[in-house]
């Protein structure tokens, strides 16, 4: 993961995800405060140069919006930045594709861009909350705007036994390892492991298996959002495994819990010719 440049100087819904529920009100666009954000690329960096020229630069604390110049592994950086400087009201974050493939992301365009964003569907997201706790008793809480997945860390396959509210459903899962997707992710890492794709307002999370070897035909499963789901290691010492919380490793861990986050929303903006439950659709159509 490269590091961004400096962004110098965006109450929940009944379901986890939802579209211009209760969105934030916007200023005129003549009024609007952009803070342009950029990744550590020469084309990113271009566009952040001519778009602050063209519409000027406030502080990420200040802004109104963030806009965010990359694709859309720095487009969840940007979020989770969002997210460290004010857990309860995180600034909505606009991005414009200026990476490769942009899932996440608006249609780069530099006219107008203020009445665009003044004019686009609000999504707003809940990640999960991942409670890990090592082998050496250590617990690390980390959130996952896209999915929270399991690995196994050597040439040993992984065992995992599956409980979901306290009740066992899969007592030995032998695979490399397994993840859970919230809807906006179940089109990133679960989609390419043949997970399902979520609709936005389904209410639903995705549990995917990583490469099953037993039982084979187990292919995951579909789960209430409130669910909590915990994954116990079995033999840990032989088959040692990571947790992964989008940007944050854990090693060797002995178990991982998983629940939604209902207490942090993130508000994700999109162009209303092309939002983000119209990309999800189109996505399961996809040749």
């Known amino acids: ?38 990744a550590d690329t020469d084309e990113a960096r271009a566009a952040r140069t001519r778009l602050v020229h063209r519409y000027g630069n406030a502080t990420a604390d200040e802004a ?13 950086e940007t979020l989770h930045r969002a997210l460290t400087r004010d857990r309860q009201r995180p600034t909505p974050v606009y ?12 249609v780069y365009r530099e006219e107008d861009l203020a009445e665009r964003i003044v004019a686009s569907q609000h999504v707003h997201l809940h990640p999960l909350r991942m409670v890990a706790t090592r082998v050496n008793g250590e617990r690390v809480e980390a959130l996952g705007i896209n999915e929270v997945s399991l690995l196994r860390e050597t040439r040993q396959a992984a065992k995992l036994r599956i409980t979901i509210d306290g009740v066992v459903r899969l007592p030995e899962l032998i695979c490399d390892g397994a993840l859970v997707a919230t809807p906006a992710g179940s089109t990133a890492y679960n989609l390419s492991a043949h997970g399902p794709i979520v609709p936005l307002n389904a209410g639903v999370l995705a549990l995917t298996p990583i490469s099953a070897f037993r039982p084979r035909r187990w292919r995951g499963a579909l789960l209430p959002h409130a669910a909590h789901i915990c994954f116990d290691v079995l033999e840990e010492t032989k088959r040692p495994v990571s ?29 209303p010719e092309l939002n983000f439950e119209e990309r999800i659709l189109k996505e399961q159509f996809a040749p």
């Open 1 to 38: 993961m490269t590091d961004p440049v400096a962004m110098q100087s965006a109450a929940a819904p009944a379901l986890p995800h939802s579209a211009d529920a209760q969105a934030p009100l916007m200023p005129a666009p003549d009024a609007l405060r952009i803070a342009f954000a950029c």
């Open 243 to 271: 947790a992964v919380a989008d940007f944050t490793e854990v090693r060797e861990v002995l178990r991982v819990e998983v629940q939604e986050c209902r207490d942090v929303g993130l508000t994700l903006l999109f162009d």
């Open 64 to 76: 109104d919006v963030i806009v965010a110049l990359g694709g859309d592994g720095f487009l969840l």
């Open 95 to 106: 991005g414009m594709n200026r990476g490769s493939v942009g899932f996440l992301l608006n």
